[in-house]
T-cell receptor, first 111, second 115 residues
Framework: AQRVTQPEKLLSVFKGAPVELKCNYS??????LFWYVQYSRQRLQLLLR??SRESIKGFTADLNKGETSFHLKKPFAQEEDSAMYYC?????????????FGGGTRVLVKP | GAGVSQSPSNKVTEKGKDVELRCDPI?????LYWYRQSLGQGLEFLIY????????KSGLPSDRFSAERTGGSVSTLTIQRTQQEDSAVYLC?????????????FGPGTRLTVL
């Protein structure tokens, strides 16, 4: 069965500092990887997905199949980046595209 | 247009009672998902609908949990004989499920508290 691991429950950084959220997955097939974000009092929303290869709000993530990782990075954190971040996986070509989530990382950006 | 909506936003019930949670997906979205967000288990998949049928119910934790979807739109998640461990935020998501355009859009959730 597939599994997603986010080793850090909390990341606290100062504004302007780089931030990296780690995500590792286990699955032998071809997964699709996502980062979802939940800002305070807002609903869960998609931040980015590996197939898009795009940068959203200054965040990037690269799928490393050798290390089975999909770490999220931003070179200069902003206070508005404070939120809960979830790494998620779905199985390409599998019926349903259900998401398997990691445990989440809370990011706190201090002024 | 309107996003995914869920009702009620909060539900407090007594152990042993039945509860119904409702999800209104984005109009035209054929795929609908239920997830549960709890302190101990994180975010976990419960059930997936494509149209009115549920090809994947693998995440339902027990036979006290059931769900249905009617008219390819509204879905109801029913929990019978609620237990304290059912306390969680229940999230619904919908997707257009067209090829690679499979982004799931989430509702605000229903917070269920079982006393």
């Amino acid at each position: 069965a597939q599994r997603v691991t986010q080793p850090e429950k909390l990341l606290s950084v100062f504004k302007g500092a780089p931030v990296e959220l780690k995500c590792n997955y286990s699955y032998s097939g071809s997964p699709e990887l996502f980062w979802y974000v939940q800002y305070s009092r807002q609903r869960l929303q998609l931040l980015l997905r590996h197939i898009s290869r795009e940068s959203i709000k200054g965040f990037t993530a690269d799928l490393n199949k050798g290390e089975t990782s999909f770490h999220l990075k931003k070179p200069f954190a902003q206070e508005e980046d404070s939120a809960m971040y979830y790494c998620a996986l779905s199985l390409i070509k599998a019926a349903g595209n259900k998401l398997t989530f990691g445990g989440g990382t809370r990011v706190l950006v201090k002024p | 247009g309107a996003g995914v909506s869920q009702s009620p936003s909060n539900k407090v019930t007594e152990k042993g009672k039945d509860v119904e949670l409702r999800c209104d997906p984005i109009s035209g979205h054929t795929a609908l998902y239920w997830y549960r967000q709890s302190l101990g288990q994180g975010l976990e998949f419960l059930i997936y609908f494509q149209g009115n049928s549920a090809p994947d119910k693998s995440g339902l934790p027990s036979d006290r949990f059931s769900a249905e979807r009617t008219g390819g739109s509204v879905s109801t998640l029913t929990i019978q004989r609620t237990q304290q461990e059912d306390s969680a935020v229940y999230l619904c998501a919908s997707s257009s499920y067209r090829g690679r355009d499979n982004e799931q859009f989430f509702g605000p959730g229903t917070r269920l508290t079982v006393l």
